[in-house]
């Protein structure tokens, strides 16, 4: 029987990750016809907070007080960062349109991996990056009238946090359960996200019906939790400049559900600027990356 290696075995868990991590502008699209950015952010928190704490409290896993910074971090960006620059970049644009400008993810998610991992992609890695990055900021400008619309700053601000969360939480996930990562990153959060929900809870719910409520239900299940127990470990087995190239995969998930649940009008250009991105970061795929070695070590 063959055996995955860690870098196929994490492109897979990463995959997992993607898809379920795909559905979440749309999710979100929906959401806001029941609820405020500011209520769904803390809600969805909330939520998350809640089944990641009952589970580390089942199986009484201990508090890891060594990467409570680190962990904070994760909370930040993750928590609180991404779902609140999205929810509101997902008032004026569509979520297809979200989608592809999110192709800028897999450039973020190295940059940050070389910043805060010490991980080194060579010149074609960063080419093809930067590439992709230029093909996702025409696409928007396109789309914008040949302008940054407010909702592409948002987007964008949601992206770097969501890059850097990733990569704090792959990080950590070499030393622990990635799903004690993010579980651990809620649970700090949890008494911001809870207050918030009950004091945006007055003005941001809006009658909101039985789609509306699923759908904050999986951003918080899992957009925010389940979602990132494949993400965290696939980037802990694969490499997170690597694994992160995987995101690509998110823009066509959304595409495909934006089209399906909303019923955003997906044309031929939309989907030929995702292909165009889908070709170059795949192209990043065959770069090598390696490792800076800590000062004071020996090769």
């Given at each position: 029987?063959?055996?995955?290696?860690?870098?196929?075995?994490?492109?897979?868990?990463?995959?997992?990750?993607?898809?379920?991590?795909?559905?979440?502008?749309?999710?979100?699209?929906?959401?806001?016809?029941?609820?405020?950015?500011?209520?769904?952010?803390?809600?969805?928190?909330?939520?998350?907070?809640?089944?990641?704490?009952?589970?580390?409290?089942?199986?009484?896993?201990?508090?890891?007080?060594?990467?409570?910074?680190?962990?904070?971090?994760?909370?930040?960006?993750?928590?609180?960062?991404?779902?609140?620059?999205?929810?509101?970049?997902?008032?004026?644009?569509?979520?297809?349109?979200?989608?592809?400008?999110?192709?800028?993810?897999p450039l973020l998610?190295?940059?940050?991996?070389?910043?805060?991992?010490?991980?080194?992609?060579?010149?074609?890695?960063?080419?093809?990056?930067?590439?992709?990055?230029?093909?996702?900021?025409?696409?928007?400008?396109?789309?914008?009238?040949?302008?940054?619309?407010?909702?592409?700053?948002?987007?964008?601000?949601?992206?770097?946090?969501?890059?850097?969360?990733?990569?704090?939480?792959?990080?950590?996930?070499?030393?622990?359960?990635?799903?004690?990562?993010?579980?651990?990153?809620?649970?700090?959060?949890?008494?911001?996200?809870?207050?918030?929900?009950?004091?945006?809870?007055?003005?941001?719910?809006?009658?909101?019906?039985?789609?509306?409520?699923?759908a904050l239900l999986?951003?918080?299940?899992?957009?925010?939790?389940?979602?990132?127990?494949?993400?965290?470990?696939?980037?802990?087995?694969?490499?997170?400049?690597?694994?992160?190239?995987?995101?690509?995969?998110?823009?066509?998930?959304?595409?495909?559900?934006?089209?399906?649940?909303?019923?955003?009008?997906?044309?031929?250009?939309?989907?030929?600027?995702?292909?165009?991105?889908?070709?170059?970061?795949?192209?990043?795929?065959?770069?090598?990356?390696?490792?800076?070695?800590?000062?004071?070590?020996?090769?």
């Amino acid at each position: 029987m063959r055996v995955l290696s860690n870098q196929a075995a994490g492109m897979l868990l990463g995959l997992l990750g993607v898809t379920i991590f795909g559905a979440t502008l749309p999710m979100t699209r929906v959401a806001l016809e029941g609820f405020s950015p500011l209520f769904i952010t803390f809600g969805r928190a909330a939520i998350a907070a809640t089944a990641a704490g009952t589970a580390l409290a089942i199986l009484r896993r201990p508090f890891p007080r060594a990467h409570l910074p680190a962990l904070a971090g994760v909370g930040v960006s993750a928590v609180f960062g991404f779902p609140i620059f999205s929810s509101i970049a997902l008032q004026t644009i569509p979520a297809s349109h979200g989608g592809v400008v999110l192709g800028v993810l897999p450039l973020l998610t190295s940059i940050f991996a070389a910043l805060v991992d010490g991980e080194r992609p060579g010149a074609l890695f960063w080419l093809c990056g930067i590439a992709g990055s230029v093909l996702v900021i025409a696409f928007s400008l396109r789309e914008g009238g040949f302008h940054l619309g407010p909702g592409d700053v948002w987007l964008l601000l949601a992206a770097v946090s969501a890059s850097f969360s990733y990569v704090l939480s792959g990080k950590l996930a070499r030393v622990l359960p990635g799903w004690e990562v993010i579980g651990w990153a809620l649970v700090l959060c949890a008494p911001l996200t809870f207050a918030g929900a009950i004091l945006f809870a007055g003005s941001g719910i809006h009658d909101p019906g039985a789609a509306e409520s699923a759908a904050l239900l999986y951003l918080g299940l899992m957009s925010m939790f389940g979602g990132f127990i494949f993400w965290n470990a696939g980037l802990a087995l694969g490499g997170i400049a690597q694994v992160a190239q995987i995101q690509l995969f998110q823009t066509f998930v959304t595409l495909a559900i934006a089209a399906l649940l909303l019923k955003e009008a997906v044309g031929p250009e939309t989907v030929g600027f995702a292909l165009a991105v889908a070709f170059v970061v795949w192209l990043g795929r065959k770069a090598k990356i390696s490792r800076a070695v800590p000062a004071g070590s020996r090769a």
